[in-house]
């Protein structure tokens, strides 16, 4: 149980383009999704909160209206990439925290790599 | 602010000998503190998990850790490391059990044959 999925895995997208990531639960229902951000070789940052129902908490320096956040359901959290550079080429990473009982722990996606050209 | 320092970048180990990542956090109340370890192009696989009680966890793949309040630290340990145990391994600390969490630089575990 407790799994978490990430689509697409991977995704090549040209300049100025927009690139959607969907970030699904599959298990259990989680009312709270994070997304993060890796660069090569270094940690991940986490970027926002999303709660369902309800508009996401950008961590600072995160552009909210570059990095659209939706979470209209109890399963399923999209993160949009709109008007993609290459500097946004990146590995994104959601987790998913799951309260159902005395859970109440967060599991990670495997992650999309990004790649701008 | 919850943070973690990962003061070791780089680590090379002999397959067969011991191992211990150090990861020391900064947070004012009882943290919840984890490790994951991450394959190159890979997601994380969490190793194991701080929440309260005993301060030695007990992890998959024969990782253990200790936390330790007065130092506060919770390194990770293995007495006889394998070649497939070569990866990045991260420290994380969350502030509230399944709030957001904050990881560490990572340390890049090497081992020679």
């Known amino acids: 149980g407790a799994v978490v999925s990430q689509h697409p895995s991977r995704v090549i997208c040209k300049s100025g383009t927009s690139v959607k990531i969907e970030c699904r639960s599959l298990?259990?229902?989680?009312?709270?999704m994070f997304w993060y951000r890796q660069f090569p070789k270094q940690s991940l940052m986490l970027m926002a909160t999303?709660?369902?129902?309800?508009?996401?908490?950008?961590e600072q320096g995160v552009e909210k209206d570059k990095f659209l956040i939706n979470h209209a359901s109890l399963t399923l959290s999209t993160l949009t990439v709109t008007s993609a550079h290459p500097e946004d080429s990146s590995f994104y990473i959601c987790?998913?925290?799951?309260?159902?009982?005395?859970?109440?722990?967060?599991?990670f996606g495997p992650g999309t790599r990004l790649t701008v050209t | 602010a919850q943070s973690v320092t990962q003061p070791d970048i780089h680590i090379t180990v002999s397959e067969g000998a011991s191992l211990e990542l150090r990861c020391n956090y900064s947070?004012?109340?009882?943290?919840?503190l984890f490790w994951y370890v991450q394959s190159p192009g890979q997601g994380l696989q969490l190793l194991l998990k701080?929440?309260?009680?005993?301060?030695l966890v007990q992890g998959i793949k024969g990782f253990e850790a200790e936390f330790k309040r007065s130092q506060s630290s919770f390194n990770l340990r293995k007495p006889s490391v394998h070649w497939s145990d070569a990866a990045e391994y991260f420290c994380a600390v969350g502030a509230v059990k399944g709030g957001d969490m904050r990881f560490g630089a990572g340390t890049r575990l090497t081992v020679k044959p």
């Open positions: 947070y004012g109340a009882t943290p919840y």
């Open positions: 701080y929440f309260s009680g005993d301060t």
């Open positions: 987790s998913a925290r799951d309260e159902g009982g005395a859970r109440y722990e967060q599991y």
């Open positions: 298990d259990f229902q989680a009312t709270t």
């Open positions: 999303s709660n369902e129902g309800s508009k996401a908490t950008y």
